[in-house]
């Protein structure tokens, strides 16, 4: 806790008749003492008297403030308090008792003020120095608040709470050089005070950010066992827990942290990181709703409210998010980053490196931007930017996740720039660590089980299921389906449609799947699986399904679009479904030289893809995707139109207008100047697709013939042909 100090000084006294029960002086000094041992009531009892007595005695006032202030009436300590300072200008003690209260009240800029003043007003007043570190803190000011500590460490060398909070300083500073310090400072805090909480959870924060994971987790376990109710060192558990992938866990931890103080915007912030973690946006949005909604002021909160409406598509409320952190803290890095990504994805690439460029100014090893700027640039990245993300290589404390960000960047640029071997081996390692990253996290998915996965589709879509259920649901031609492998051209196939005025691309969706994963609630038995709720669907159910599909639509496009595309690349083992429920729609497939798409999918770094990392994973994938698409061409169930890679790139024109002519529409040749539309593109290809038609992908894999020597070993030992699928 923050301190009042009550540095030696000359009292104002005057003459007064008022009756008191014994005299002021000692009405003060009883209130005094009563004051350090906590009992504020009869403190504040006692100081009211005193003033009552002596109304023109400032350092009654200020005491009496001071009193108020911990028993949270906080209008009072204020009027009280300033009285103080009009009575006495020059008392330092009073200003110290002020930033205190604004401190209280989260008024931080209020609080640096006063404490500004105090310490002014008597340079050697070494609480306000103290206070004021913690008040820079608070701010995210933390190379001030370390410069403020360490003057205050000068006076007071073994204030545990003072090094404690310089550790914190130190340690938040996103610096690496400032570790060692740090450690030290937090170590010596421990000397001085063995069981000192705060100190063990700072102490554990900075082990957690050098990797060393365990001995971080024994501090937090060891806060614990001193105050078995500190919230703060159970939430501190859960993110080392939710960073191994141990979710189940983490979220035990967080619950905890939560039921002991429910009013922390931090504890149900926790949630919010998990869900998104989980990959779960809407619940994530949620919980940092809850946590601004406890605290406006609340920083992490919109951060991360913002990251999750990004991730489900709402650019307008998540800039919204960003700039509400930003203005709270203009250092943000996160934020920062957070709004170059929603600038690249709506195609202001000037802006976006800007804003990536803005983020590394406050946090120089942010990764993230290194890599926002690398796979925007690309060879035009600046040579001062590049040595940089080399130079972050070298630290032996970077996380994994940070160093396969950057390997995927320089790879990226390299390969732009022709260095066709350093870039093979950035993206070897590259793809290892993420791979490493997601067995840690639980996010690699049973390739057997995929298969299984297949043979269900397979063996439940038939031409029978298909034919008894025709009719069921009415024919609706406003939704297209544009499927295929990721990376073979769906994002090009899309961008070139929604060119048309009559066309609107609404990017990957997700409903297709949630509607197959919920369809055992639609039939009302949760507990059966997906492929058994099939046969339990009526026309009305089915009605339903569809319906809700639709009316998504039609708060994705606006009234003139007579066609929405739905670009989600893993629809197509759902073209059964598809066709069941909505089927109006039409199909285009998109294939490539699968050579082409691995290496591409090699480059991408997909975060929550279980197969890219892997060529053995990759060929599996591959295969079953052959097989799927094998059968939809064998019963046909919609209207398909397959669509070649190459043959776009070699015949836009020609392929444009057969892409229209498939949709029923008439020409409009907007479509040709496909990278001049304005709109949101979430996809990997939204820098290539808004550039003019090149045809510099098509053979890269001939650049990498070496690394993808096993893919091809692989894939003949599946069966599969490597020139398109």
Not at 96 to 104: C, I, K, P, T, V
Not at 118 to 135: E, S
Not at 261 to 289: K, M, N, V
Not at 408 to 418: K, N, T
Request: glycine share 6%; net charge negative; charged share 25%.
């Amino acid at each position: 806790m923050l301190k009042v100090g009550w540095p030696k000084q000359r009292l104002t006294t005057a003459n007064s008749l008022a009756p008191a029960p014994m005299p002021w002086r000692r009405s003060r000094a009883s209130g005094v003492v009563l004051f350090q041992l906590g009992r504020m009531d009869e403190a504040a009892a006692l100081f009211a008297r005193g003033v009552a007595a002596h109304p023109e005695s400032a350092g009654l006032q200020a005491k009496l403030g001071a009193a108020y202030r911990n028993l949270r009436r906080f209008e009072e300590a204020r009027d009280h308090l300033r009285k103080a300072i009009e009575l006495e200008p020059a008392l330092p003690d009073p200003w110290n008792s002020l930033g205190r209260l604004a401190f209280d009240q989260r008024r931080y800029t209020d609080a640096e003020a006063a404490y500004r003043t105090a310490i002014r007003l008597h340079p050697r007043f070494t609480v306000a120095f103290k206070n004021l570190g913690r008040t820079l803190l608070a701010l995210r000011r933390r190379s001030d608040a370390a410069q403020v500590l360490r003057a205050y460490l000068q006076f007071e060398p073994d204030d545990h709470e003072a090094l404690t909070d310089l550790a914190q300083a130190l340690g938040e500073q996103g610096n690496p050089d400032l570790l060692d310090d740090a450690e030290a400072a937090c170590r010596r805090a421990l000397a001085l005070a063995p069981g000192f909480a705060d100190a063990l959870d700072n102490l554990g924060n900075v082990l957690r950010v050098r990797g060393r994971l365990d001995e971080a987790v024994a501090c937090y376990q060891r806060a614990l066992l001193e105050d078995p109710h500190r919230a703060s060192s159970c939430h501190l558990i859960g993110h080392v827990l939710q960073y191994r992938g141990r979710f189940e866990e983490a979220a035990r931890f967080y619950e905890a942290a939560r039921a002991l103080e429910p009013e922390d915007p931090r504890f149900h912030s926790d949630f919010g990181s998990l869900s998104a973690t989980r990959g779960d946006y809407d619940d994530s949005a949620l919980h940092y709703l809850s946590a601004v909604t406890l605290d406006p002021t609340f920083v992490e909160g919109h951060q991360g409210r913002g990251q999750a409406l990004l991730e489900l598509g709402l650019h307008d409320e998540a800039e919204t998010c960003f700039g509400a952190a930003l203005r709270l803290d203009p250092t943000l890095a996160a934020s920062w980053v957070g709004l170059a990504r929603l600038q690249s994805e709506r195609g202001d690439f000037d802006l976006a490196c800007q804003s990536a460029r803005e983020a590394l100014v406050h946090q120089p090893d942010n990764a993230d931007a290194h890599w926002q700027l690398a796979i925007t640039l690309k060879e035009r990245l600046a040579d001062v930017e590049l040595q940089a993300m080399q130079g972050l290589l070298g630290r032996r404390d970077l996380p994994d996740r940070d160093r396969s960000l950057l390997h995927f960047g320089l790879a990226g640029v390299f390969d732009a720039r022709g260095n066709f071997e350093q870039a093979a081996a950035h993206l070897e390692t590259a793809n290892a660590l993420q791979a490493a990253l997601k067995t840690a996290w639980d996010v690699r998915r049973d390739p057997d089980e995929h298969s299984l996965f297949i043979d269900q589709l397979i063996a439940s879509f038939t031409p029978n299921f298909l034919a008894r259920r025709h009719g069921w649901v009415d024919p609706d031609p406003r939704p297209v389906f544009v499927v295929g492998l990721p990376r073979s051209g769906t994002t090009l196939v899309e961008q070139v449609l929604a060119s048309h005025p009559q066309v609107h691309g609404a990017g990957e969706l997700l409903e297709v799947l949630r509607i197959f994963e919920t369809l055992p609630a639609l039939v009302g038995q949760p507990r059966i699986d997906p492929f058994q709720a099939l046969e339990l669907l009526s026309p009305e159910s089915a009605t339903a399904a569809a319906q809700a599909y639709l009316d998504s639509l039609k708060t994705l496009a606006p009234a003139m679009a007579t066609r929405v595309i739905d670009k989600m690349p893993d629809n197509i083992q759902l073209l059964g479904l598809i066709a069941f429920l909505w089927p109006g729609s039409r199909v285009i497939v998109c294939n490539r030289d699968l050579r082409d798409i691995a290496v591409s999918c090699w480059f991408a770094g997909f975060e929550t893809n279980s197969w890219i990392n892997s060529w053995e994973l990759m060929a599996r994938w591959f295969a079953d995707h052959q097989r799927i698409l094998e059968h939809w061409q064998r019963i046909q169930p919609l209207k398909c139109l397959e669509v070649g890679y190459e043959s776009l790139v070699g015949n836009l024109e020609g392929q444009a207008r057969r892409m229209v002519d498939f949709l029923e529409l008439d020409w409009d040749p907007a479509c040709l100047n496909f990278q001049t539309t304005r709109r949101v593109v979430r996809t990997a290809s939204l820098v290539q697709v808004r550039q003019p038609l090149h045809s510099r992908s098509v053979g890269r894999w001939k650049n990498y013939k070496r690394i993808l020597q096993p893919l091809l070993g692989a894939l003949e030992q599946h069966g599969v042909a490597v020139s398109h699928c």
